[in-house]
C-alpha cells in the first residue's frame, strides 16, 4: 500500500519506502503529534524526529534496528513527553537548536544551527532554522537524490498555513523564515511532514502565503 502520511494516534505507523530511506510515521499522545522514525537502507542507522509521547509505541516502532540520534523541533513539551524515556532506553544522542535547549527535559548533546546537517547514516538532514512559533524551531530537510525533497517542519508550517505564534512580531518572522528558506528555496513538489496531523505539498501550500500575510495568522 503506497504512503498517505493519514494516521491516528493508536494505529499502525504509515511507512514510506526511498530509494535510500525508509520514513515511518506515527501519531502519539493526546494532541495528536507525529513522530518520524528515519533509518539509512544501506547502513541501519535510524534518527528519530520528535519523540513526541507514547514513549513505548516508539521504542516498538524503532525495534531491534537501534537509534542513533532524536531530533527536537522545538521545545513545547508535547513533542518531548517521551524524550527522556526514549534516550534512557536507546542511548541515542540529542539533537536541537540551541535557543530552545535550555527547556528539553535531557541535556542537547549535538546544539545544531540554520545549515549544519545531521546525518543519518549515509543519508543527511539539512536543518532549517525557522524563528516565531519559538526562537530554536528548526525543520529538516532531506533531499533525496532519485526523488523530490522531503521536509520535517514540526510546528512551523502545516496544512493552511504557519504554526501558532504570539505576537505579531514573531508571526513575521515565521512567515518571512518560512517565505525565504522553504518556499523561495524548495519546489513544489516538496513534501511536507508536519508535526501534527496530515502531510500536504508546498504546491499545494503556495498560492495561499499573500492569504496567510493578510489574515496575520
Known amino acids: 500500500m503506497s504512503y498517505s502520511g493519514d494516521t491516528r494516534v ?16 506515527l501519531a502519539v499522545g493526546r494532541m495528536d503529534n507525529n513522530a518520524y522514525l528515519l533509518r539509512c ?24 534496528g537501534g537509534l542513533a540520534r532524536v531530533i527536537t523541533t522545538h521545545r513545547h513539551p508535547d513533542h518531548w513527553q517521551a524524550l527522556a524515556e526514549v534516550v534512557g532506553v536507546t542511548g541515542a544522542r540529542t539533537v536541537a537548536h540551541p535557543d530552545d535547549a535550555e527547556e528539553l527535559p535531557v541535556s542537547v548533546d549535538d546544539p545544531v544551527e540554520h545549515g549544519d546537517r545531521v546525518p543519518v547514516g549515509e ?33 512551523s508550517l502545516f496544512p493552511g498555513g504557519v504554526g501558532k505564534t504570539w ?3 514573531d508571526f513575521r518572522s515565521l512567515l518571512t523564515d518560512v517565505g525565504e528558506r522553504v518556499f523561495a528555496d524548495m519546489g513544489d ?29
Open 189 to 217: 513538489e516538496t513534501w511536507v511532514y508536519p508535526g501534527h496531523g496530515k502531510d500536504t505539498t508546498l504546491g499545494t501550500e503556495r498560492p495561499h502565503l499573500d492569504e496567510w500575510r493578510e489574515r496575520g495568522w
Open 123 to 155: 543519508c543527511s538532514l539539512e536543518v532549517v532554522h525557522l524563528r516565531g512559533h519559538t526562537p530554536g524551531s528548526i525543520a529538516l530537510r532531506y533531499d533525496d537524490p532519485e526523488g523530490v525533497t522531503h521536509l520535517f517542519t514540526g510546528d
Open 10 to 25: 493508536g494505529g499502525p505507523a504509515d511507512v514510506r519506502d526511498l530509494p535510500e530511506l525508509t520514513i515511518s510515521k
Open 41 to 64: 537502507k544501506r547502513t541501519g542507522e535510524a534518527v528519530l524526529i520528535d519523540a513526541a509521547d507514547e514513549a513505548d509505541r516508539i521504542v516498538d516502532l524503532i525495534g531491534d
Open 167 to 169: 505576537s505579531d512580531a
